[in-house]
């Protein structure tokens, strides 16, 4: 078993994430997000410019003026 130091602010938030007062502990409590980080990390990719298609950018001719 290792110990891990947390300030006390840190402390505090991770309590707000306790499911079950009775059985939850701070290690369920992290294990908890750290499976919620992986699936969040499966199912979701990061931003890659290089993914956007080339779109022809708008010139002035190209606008129309709309009355409404």
């Given at each position: 078993m290792k110990i891990?130091?947390?300030?006390d602010e840190t402390f505090?938030?991770?309590k707000t994430f306790v499911v079950d007062p009775?059985?939850?502990t701070?290690?369920?409590v992290v294990m908890r997000l750290m499976e919620i980080t992986d699936k969040a990390k499966k199912r979701w990719s990061a931003f890659?410019?290089?993914d956007i298609?080339?779109?022809p950018r708008s010139t002035a001719d190209d606008l129309h003026e709309v009355v409404l």
């Open positions: 891990l130091k947390i300030s505090d938030q991770l009775f059985d939850d701070p290690d369920s890659d410019p290089t298609p080339d779109v």
